[in-house]
């Protein structure tokens, strides 16, 4: 019993350790500009992290199934280890997306310890399983769309429309996809603001739902892709109006704090509506909030600290 004990504090300490090295490594090696090599290296984690994740969402033995989300999970959040500072850099230093990105690393690792947690318990839950499938399919869409010559043409079509959409409310716009200019402003359209990110979130939520007919999925993509394409152009529009009245300086409010916190609250009113039509997106998602309420080794750790400093 003591052995087992132990071993079980052993595993259980790696789930909470390597995210950490994970992190200390995102800012002491994978500094930005990351190194080419590192870059071209990149798509190794990047995929197989998502392949091995897919594989074990569709694998239909329990343990064996585990065992892929496991390394899936692990594999994937050493990619996301690669990201903080380019995130943070590359979108006009962002804290945001940094602390984002680093937060996520350890929801990936808190996911792979459930999975392992299930597999000493023999307790395996559905929503593991769902969260897995989702993450795999939005990720190899929007990977694979933004690492192709798809994404030109979209940031291209959505810096036009965007362009349109402001020209028809305030007159003359100059449109150079994908680039837009309104008085002052000069704003270049990039790919993080086309909103595939949000609209694949959607898809890989929606699709791998089991025992819900096509119908209701359909009805479900519906509901939440075309608005957040349509309020995306609105928000980019508003971004370009905002800086071209107020100035540079002005784009960091208007691109990370207004636009972002608009983009939040529009997602969440989304997902509102899109658990009337598949109230088992809600199930899972409530599901997976509840995991921590079935204690394992990490969680009885927490516990136990928090009962000493009392």
């Given at each position: 019993?003591?052995?087992?004990?132990?071993?079980?504090?052993?595993?259980?300490?790696?789930?909470?350790?390597?995210?950490?090295?994970?992190?200390?490594?995102?800012?002491?090696?994978?500094?930005?500009?990351?190194?080419?090599?590192?870059?071209?290296?990149?798509?190794?984690?990047?995929?197989?992290?998502?392949?091995?994740?897919?594989?074990?969402?569709?694998?239909?033995?329990?343990?064996?199934?585990?065992?892929?989300?496991?390394?899936?999970?692990?594999?994937?959040?050493?990619?996301?280890?690669?990201?903080?500072?380019?995130?943070?850099?590359?979108?006009?230093?962002?804290?945001?997306?940094?602390?984002?990105?680093?937060?996520?690393?350890?929801?990936?690792?808190?996911?792979?310890?459930?999975?392992?947690?299930?597999?000493?318990?023999?307790?395996?839950?559905?929503s593991l399983q769902w969260i897995a499938g989702a993450s795999a399919i939005s990720g190899l869409i929007y990977f694979i769309i933004e690492q192709t010559s798809v994404a030109p043409l979209i940031i291209n079509s959505v810096a036009w429309q965007s362009g349109m959409l402001l020209?028809?409310?305030?007159?003359?716009?100059?449109?150079?996809?994908?680039?837009?200019?309104?008085?002052?402003?000069?704003?270049?359209?990039?790919?993080?603001?086309?909103?595939?990110?949000?609209?694949?979130?959607?898809?890989?939520?929606?699709?791998?739902?089991?025992?819900?007919?096509?119908?209701?999925?359909?009805?479900?993509?519906?509901?939440?892709?075309?608005?957040?394409?349509?309020?995306?152009?609105?928000?980019?529009?508003?971004?370009?109006?905002?800086?071209?009245?107020?100035?540079?300086?002005?784009?960091?409010?208007?691109?990370?704090?207004?636009?972002?916190?608009?983009?939040?609250?529009?997602?969440?009113?989304?997902?509102?509506?899109?658990?009337?039509?598949?109230?088992?997106?809600?199930?899972?998602?409530?599901?997976?909030?509840?995991?921590?309420?079935?204690?394992?080794?990490?969680?009885?750790?927490?516990?136990?600290?928090?009962?000493?400093?009392?």
């Open positions: 019993m003591m052995r087992l004990q132990r071993t079980e504090e052993l595993v259980s300490s790696f789930f909470l350790f390597l995210p950490i090295v994970f992190v200390i490594l995102s800012f002491l090696v994978f500094t930005y500009p990351l190194h080419p090599i590192i870059k071209m290296l990149l798509p190794v984690p990047l995929y197989l992290g998502l392949i091995l994740l897919a594989v074990g969402s569709m694998v239909h033995l329990r343990k064996q199934g585990a065992l892929l989300r496991i390394a899936g999970w692990i594999v994937f959040s050493f990619y996301w280890a690669t990201q903080p500072l380019t995130l943070y850099y590359s979108e006009q230093e962002d804290l945001v997306n940094l602390l984002l990105c680093i937060i996520g690393i350890f929801v990936l690792f808190y996911f792979a310890y459930r999975e392992w947690w299930s597999i000493r318990t023999k307790r395996y839950e559905k020209s028809f409310f305030t007159g003359p716009v100059n449109i150079n996809p994908p680039y837009l200019s309104y008085l002052s402003a000069h704003i270049r359209i990039i790919f993080a603001c086309t909103a595939i990110q949000s609209m694949v979130i959607f898809v890989g939520m929606i699709i791998p739902l089991p025992n819900v007919s096509w119908n209701r999925k359909i009805k479900g993509l519906m509901v939440t892709i075309l608005p957040v394409y349509v309020l995306n152009l609105i928000r980019n529009a508003g971004i370009t109006y905002l800086v071209g009245i107020y100035g540079d300086e002005f784009f960091s409010i208007a691109h990370n704090y207004i636009g972002k916190g608009g983009s939040l609250v529009a997602l969440i009113i989304l997902l509102l509506i899109l658990t009337k039509i598949l109230p088992e997106v809600f199930d899972y998602i409530l599901e997976l909030v509840d995991l921590p309420k079935h204690a394992g080794p990490i969680e009885n750790k927490i516990k136990a600290l928090t009962k000493k400093r009392g």
